[in-house]
């Protein structure tokens, strides 16, 4: 089964639109923790936010916010006013403390356009 | 403080010829990573190093790949007798783990793998 899901495979906005990713995951873990990344063409993934399971306060960092919410298994992204710059393939992962490693495991990832 | 960093950032190579990755995590980070990528995937884990011991691999990791971390800095990623299914991304990944919290991993920018 898969842990991370993201459903929205592409989204198209146009600049200055907010826009929301969804990210579900599925674990038996009590403590876990949830990671965005942001990977643009160039290939690297560049890590967003960082949040544990038993922190559910959502989090806003300039453009970007977060809402966890652990009742429905989400960790959804939203940037607001969003810009072209922001064009990427955008990552949910889930690590899991019982996880050898505490190895990402990724969803499939949502390709976001933002046109001018 | 260089972030990860991975050479080749590209290689193309025949079926069947051997080919080497290498991986310079960040200075001081005891922990590192391999995923590997396809087109339209997330990263998917393929095997991680605690210092210089390889403590996991995944199912992926097929015995013409092996993983080697000598020093308990660089590694190196070797795939021998390339099939075109080995075509694909090869992330390399580090962080600082202490315990088991999930730590934030830090990407480099990846090594594109073409076999034809």
């Known amino acids: 089964a898969q842990k991370v899901t993201q459903a929205q495979t592409e989204i198209s906005v146009v600049e200055k639109e907010d826009v929301t990713l969804d990210c579900v995951y599925e674990t038996r873990d009590t403590t876990y923790y949830l990671f965005w990344y942001k990977q643009p063409p160039s290939g690297e993934l560049v890590f967003l936010i960082r949040r544990n399971s038993f922190d559910e306060q959502n989090e806003i960092s300039g453009r970007y916010s977060w809402n966890f919410q652990k009742s429905t298994s989400s960790f959804n992204f939203t940037i607001t006013a969003s810009q072209v710059v922001d064009s990427a393939v955008y990552f949910c992962?889930?690590?899991?403390?019982?996880?050898?490693?505490?190895?990402?495991?990724f969803g499939k990832g949502t390709t976001l356009s933002v046109s001018s | 403080d260089t972030g990860v960093s991975q050479d080749p950032r590209h290689k193309i190579t025949k079926r069947g010829q051997n080919v080497t990755f290498r991986c310079d995590p960040i200075s001081e980070h005891n922990r590192l990573y391999w995923y590997r990528q396809t087109l339209g995937q997330g990263p998917e884990f393929l095997t991680y190093f605690q210092n210089e011991a390889q403590l996991e691999k995944s199912r992926l990791l097929s015995d013409r790949f092996s993983a080697e971390r000598p020093k308990g800095s660089f590694s190196t990623l070797e795939i021998q007798r390339t099939e075109q299914g080995d075509s694909a991304m090869y992330l390399c990944a580090s962080t600082y783990q202490t315990g088991l919290a999930g730590n934030t991993i830090y990407f480099g920018e990846g090594s594109w793998l073409t076999v034809v």
């Open positions: 992962a889930l690590s899991e403390r019982n996880q050898a490693g505490t190895a990402l495991i």
